[in-house]
């Protein structure tokens, strides 16, 4: 009798270390694959800002370049007073 209770023990052993083993490879698993995402959006992130800073510096030449019209607009106005 005690013999089949600890071969039942014994079993019962292996089943949980198998499950836990299963678990964790699922778990590493499903932790890589949101790593994966998390990277792919990083990129992403990256991307979009890298274009904003170089639509940013585009808004700022347009309007350094509206300015100097302006400026030479009005230099104008002054040089040729009807």
């Known amino acids: 009798m005690m013999e089949k209770v600890i071969t039942l023990l014994v079993g019962l052993l292996i089943a949980l270390g198998g499950w836990t083993l299963t678990r964790t490879f699922e778990l590493s698993t499903i932790q890589a694959v949101q790593l994966d995402k998390v990277d792919k ?5 990256e991307k979009l800002e890298d274009q904003m800073d170089d639509m940013m510096r585009m808004d700022e030449e ?3 370049q509206h300015e100097d019209l302006f400026n030479q607009i009005s230099d104008g106005n002054k ?3 009807y």
Request: aromatic share 10%; proline share 0%; glycine share 0%.
């Open 41 to 45: 959006l990083e990129r992403q992130v």
């Open 62 to 64: 347009i309007i350094e």
């Open 79 to 81: 040089k040729y007073n």
